[in-house]
């Protein structure tokens, strides 16, 4: 466990310990009852016997509410939630190649679920199983004092007790490692039905998508089944355990007071301490199960957390000072073979030789699938270079770039909340005509045409004071006399900033300073 948003707990400890000592006290008590007022017949203490027992018991059962059932899941919740919250911030931190790596449902498992067995897991290795623990050292420690056969006893039957559990635990840690994979693929297809309902709708495929959900529904459910098998049988073989050895205990003791070894008091106090012996013993192995059968959990967050600590993939060919013969410069490449992956087919397309100049416009034109956003991508360090070949250089300040991105997304609120931060700006609304700010608009915003949405993300981009701008067809969804106004608008950002446009359509030719073509796996300008 290596997240550094979790804290140990000794306060916690502390009270916990304090709660154990309390209830160990209560065996004590019964016994002085049954030796020293019950047999000796000093009845006269009966009722301070009462008094001391029964404050005694209140103040345990207080206790173990707030500080052995409460408090735990209080700190386990937290925990989860504390996690939750750097999990996402670890999302969006990471690197964009190293997050496509992964399927969004892997991300998905890991802030739903994976950081609420590591906040639950962190409380009990550091808390719970530390406090049980110091509870069966203390009792051992005790009840040896008390009669160095039980202290024997219990030790032989604590033994018995790791073993059962420990054995019982082996299914429960070889499905753990299996069924993460299968949990992913199920709540991946959920996912995919819930965020792509309208286009599923649409094209009438709702029996395709029901059909897939069910596959992976059932797969997933007898993993499930199978889980909880085990792990109900892990938690029912200690008691069968306990009721034998219960019985063994209750054999020797008896065995031990007919000798005269020990009284009835001691009898009665030895077999309440087999009971409590019992639970803290079948805790402290079935917490070590859950942190054994749960580590992937841990892994998979702890990962998470140091990926997204890694830098870019453009890290390793950032220069602050690039230059050509016009001057500072965006990107440079020079004999550069684009490859999106390791494989042959995985090749884009060469550059001989370009230079893109600071505050400059260029448009980027080809056929679909010919790679003319992952040469943006590949600026940003969204995609990694690593199995290209040849020379490329960006600027150092590549990453503050905004970048109009597709498919378009939006949050239940206000348009206002909908600008994610982004100032509004009035006289950018008003060129785009935008008529639709008084609207609440949906996760799904089914109540925004196409060209409203278009107008939305454009509002993002350009409100944004960044001086690198990456607009992935900004003219889409507009109808004729926006799609002019925008193209004034950016002839306007010309000098000022650097403006790279993916376009099908010749609007921006005119006052582009290259335009850059793929044809045939080649790139090059005019």
Aim: charged residues 20%.
């Amino acid at each position: 466990m290596k997240s550094k948003e979790l804290k140990k707990y000794p306060l916690q400890i502390v009270m916990m310990t304090l709660t154990f000592i309390i209830n160990m006290s209560l065996p004590l008590l019964f016994g002085y009852l049954i030796d020293n007022i019950l047999i000796s017949g000093n009845f006269n203490l009966l009722l301070k016997w009462f008094a001391v027992t029964f404050s005694v018991t209140v103040t345990g059962m207080i206790m173990n509410f707030f500080f052995i059932r409460y408090n735990p899941v209080k700190i386990g919740i937290q925990n989860a939630f504390k996690l939750q919250k750097q999990s996402l911030r670890c999302v969006l931190k990471m690197s964009q190649a190293l997050y496509s790596k992964k399927d969004k449902g892997y991300y998905f498992n890991i802030c739903e679920n994976s950081t609420g067995s590591y906040g639950d897991l962190h409380e009990e290795m550091n808390l719970n199983m530390v406090s049980n623990l110091i509870y069966i050292a203390a009792m051992l420690a005790f009840i040896t004092y008390v009669n160095a056969v039980f202290g024997i006893f219990f030790v032989v039957y604590g033994i018995v007790l790791v073993i059962i559990c420990f054995n019982g635990s082996k299914p429960l840690f070889n499905m753990q490692k299996d069924v993460l994979a299968v949990q992913d693929d199920y709540m991946m297809d959920m996912r995919n039905i819930i965020e792509n309902k309208v286009c599923i709708n649409a094209l009438h495929t709702e029996g395709f998508f029901n059909d897939r959900f069910n596959k992976s529904t059932v797969k997933y459910e007898k993993y499930i089944l199978r889980y909880r098998f085990f792990e109900y049988l892990c938690h029912y073989l200690p008691d069968i355990a306990n009721q034998v050895c219960n019985v063994a205990f209750l054999f020797i003791a008896a065995m031990l007071v007919m000798n005269g070894k020990i009284t009835a008091g001691v009898l009665v106090m030895g077999y309440q301490y087999m009971g409590y012996f019992a639970t803290p013993i079948a805790t402290v192995c079935a917490i070590a199960v859950r942190y054994r059968s749960n580590r992937p959990h841990i892994e998979r967050v702890d990962e998470l957390e140091e990926e997204a600590e890694m830098g870019k993939e453009n890290e390793a060919f950032k220069n602050e000072e690039i230059s050509g013969i016009e001057g500072p410069l965006i990107m440079k490449a020079e004999n550069f073979d684009f490859y999106k992956g390791s494989e042959e087919e995985d090749f884009l397309y060469h550059i001989d030789k370009m230079e893109l100049k600071k505050n400059g416009l260029y448009v980027i034109k080809g056929e679909n699938g010919s790679g003319k956003s992952m040469l943006l991508n590949l600026m940003l360090g969204n995609v990694s270079p690593a199995d290209s070949k040849g020379s490329i250089s960006v600027a150092g300040d590549i990453d503050d770039t905004v970048m109009l991105t597709y498919p378009f997304f939006a949050v239940n609120g206000s348009f206002t909340e909908n600008l994610y931060g982004i100032e509004a700006d009035n006289e950018l609304a008003g060129m785009l005509r935008v008529d639709f700010d008084d609207k609440e608009i949906t996760g799904n915003p089914v109540n925004l045409s196409y060209g409203q949405q278009q107008k939305l993300a454009l509002m993002r981009v350009f409100g944004c004071d960044a001086p690198i701008l990456f607009l992935d067809e900004p003219l889409s969804n507009l109808d004729t006399d926006t799609q002019e106004k925008v193209v004034r608008y950016i002839a306007g950002l010309k000098g000022n900033k650097s403006i790279l446009v993916v376009m099908h359509s010749d609007e921006l030719d005119g006052i582009a300073d290259g335009i850059i073509t793929i044809q045939d796996k080649r790139m090059s300008m005019a």
